[in-house]
């Protein structure tokens, strides 16, 4: 069965930092491109950070360049979304979702593009 679990959630003050970890089981973690979205009351999801099946490509939002950072450690099948400099609206529910891509380059921006979802982890910022 695949499974994707987000962990690392929490309160934190503005500044602060919170490192977010995606941890998948049941498939073949090297080959699959993951991506991490969040969702803040009454907003659409968004894309926060995307990485490809070997970590050598990645992508940031705009909002979040210079203050996140997106890692994989395949051996741990486990990505880490590294959140420093935090603000109040990036309060949300932050989602893990993994898409299978075989050793494809790309990193993927889209929800609709991804194959399953993590149940999501809160994060709130205090100012």
């Known amino acids: 069965e695949v499974q994707v679990v987000e962990s690392g959630g929490g309160l934190v003050q503005t500044g602060g930092s919170l490192r977010l970890s995606c941890a998948a089981s049941g498939f073949t973690f090297d080959y699959w491109a993951i991506g991490w979205f969040r969702q803040a009351p009454g907003k659409e999801r968004e894309v926060v950070a995307a990485?490809?099946?070997?970590?050598?490509?990645?992508y940031l939002a705009d909002s979040v360049k210079g203050r996140f950072t997106i890692s994989r450690d395949n051996a741990k099948n486990t990505v880490y979304l590294q959140m420093n400099s935090l603000k109040p609206e990036d309060t949300a529910v932050y989602f893990c979702?993994?898409?299978?891509?075989?050793?494809?380059?790309?990193?993927?921006?889209?929800?609709?593009?991804?194959?399953?979802w993590g149940q999501g982890t809160q994060v709130t910022v205090s100012s």
């Open positions: 979702a993994s898409k299978a891509s075989g050793a494809d380059s790309r990193f993927y921006t889209s929800a609709y593009e991804y194959d399953y």
């Open positions: 990485i490809n099946w070997n970590g050598g490509r990645a």
